[in-house]
């Protein structure tokens, strides 16, 4: 809640959503290469999924772009090849937003974090807390 964009709706909701399209892994679409935490789309599309104008789109890439959050480009930098109509939306410091994948992945070894253990133990505290008072 303190992140500077936080209280800017638009923006927070552009931040957002790009961070739910950005892809998991590299790949290509229609001969465009992308890396993990990268999207390609354009402003039509941002504006269409987002629920924003395109101007406010314009102007909400304009500010995480100037504060560092996301990166927008036009050329595919594994070919050169110059975009027409497309960009790539890179979400900077991607990696910071993943999680433990070791759960994720069906991984039966994998622990629980500190956080999520902490998190359990006030959860059945709250039930049993609860269904004493109940």
């Known amino acids: 809640m303190e ?3 936080y209280t800017d709706v638009n923006t927070k909701t552009l931040f957002i959503h790009c961070l739910l399209r950005a892809n998991w892994k590299p790949g290509s679409w229609k001969g465009i290469n992308y ?4 999207f390609i789309t354009s402003l039509p599309s941002l504006a269409e999924e987002s629920g924003l104008s395109i101007q406010q789109v314009r102007t909400s890439l304009d ?18 090849k110059k ?3 497309n960009r790539i939306i890179t979400i900077n410091n991607w ?40």
Not at 63 to 80: A, C, P, V, Y
């Open 35 to 38: 890396s993990a935490g990268e």
């Open 95 to 134: 990696d910071a937003y993943q999680g433990d994948n070791s759960q994720a992945t069906g991984n039966p070894t994998a622990k629980s974090t500190g956080k999520q253990q902490a998190s359990n133990s006030r959860y059945k505290k709250y039930k049993n807390n609860k269904e004493i008072k109940d």
């Open 3 to 5: 992140w500077e964009w």
């Open 63 to 80: 500010k995480l772009i100037s504060t560092g959050e996301l990166t927008s480009k036009s050329t595919d930098s594994l070919t050169g």
């Open 83 to 85: 975009l027409s109509r």
